[in-house]
Each structure stands twice: as C-alpha cells, then as structure tokens.
Nanobody
Framework: QLQAFGGGLVQVGGSLRLSCAAS???????????IGWFRRTPGKEREFVSA???????FYADSVKGRFAISRDNAKNTVYLQMNNLKPEDTAVYYC???????????????????WGQGTQVTVSS
C-alpha cells in the first residue's frame, strides 16, 4: 500500500516536497521496488515525472530535469520528490507507484506499475 502526501498551493518559483510512504514487510522488501512519480491534469493521461530504482539510479522527464529531485530512504520505506522552481504547468495531481519487475525502458509507462497511491494535489499559482 502506498500513500502520497505533501501537496499544496505554492507560488511560481516556490518549492514543495512530496512523500510516498509504503507499507511493506521490511526495509529489504521496500528496497526491491522501483518507485515512480506520475502526474495527471484534467483531460490528460498520466504523465511520467520521475523514478528511482533499487540501485538508486534516478530518471526524470525532460520537463522537470534540473528542478525536481527524487530520493529514497529505505529505513523509512519512503521516497521523496523535491520540487523546486515550480511552474504553473506543474499543477496536477501527483501519484506515486511501485513495482518490482520493471525494465528501465518501461519506467515511464503507468502500465508497468501495479501499486498506486491515492494522489496529492499540487497547485502552482502565478
């Protein structure tokens, strides 16, 4: 089970940190999961934002490179998405997702993940 939180209302140029907390059997088990962040705006498909794997390799959509940073704390079964220099186009509901068996080339596909959090709203005002 995943729970995403940390969203809110922020002005352009501001920052937010999203958290994705997982309920798994152990730290070792959590570390075996690829964790991805996606976002969705009304009328659009879910869009890949970022992912981190068990080796802590990180991946970003071009639209957020240099502004967002993903990290994981396996001891807390939590993945973070630090979002800086936020823009109005970052406004969306953000979801975290997890799965174990995903090849790198599929990290950006929502269908690759079987476990999803409930989403947290991020609104960037201009």
């Amino acid at each position: 089970q995943l729970q995403a939180f940390g969203g809110g209302l922020v002005q352009v140029g501001g920052s937010l940190r999203l958290s994705c907390a997982a309920s798994v059997a152990s730290e070792v088990s959590f570390n075996s999961y690829v964790i991805g962040w996606f976002r969705r705006t009304p009328g659009k498909e879910r869009e890949f934002v970022s992912a981190i794997n068990r080796g802590r390799s990180v991946f970003y959509a071009d639209s957020v490179k240099g502004r967002f940073a993903i990290s994981r704390d396996n001891a807390k079964n939590t993945v973070y998405l630090q979002m800086n220099n936020l823009k109005p186009e970052d406004t969306a509901v953000y979801y975290c997702a997890a799965d174990r068996q995903i090849i790198v080339s599929s990290y950006g596909r929502p269908s690759s993940y079987n476990y999803w959090g409930q989403g947290t709203q991020v609104t960037v005002s201009s």
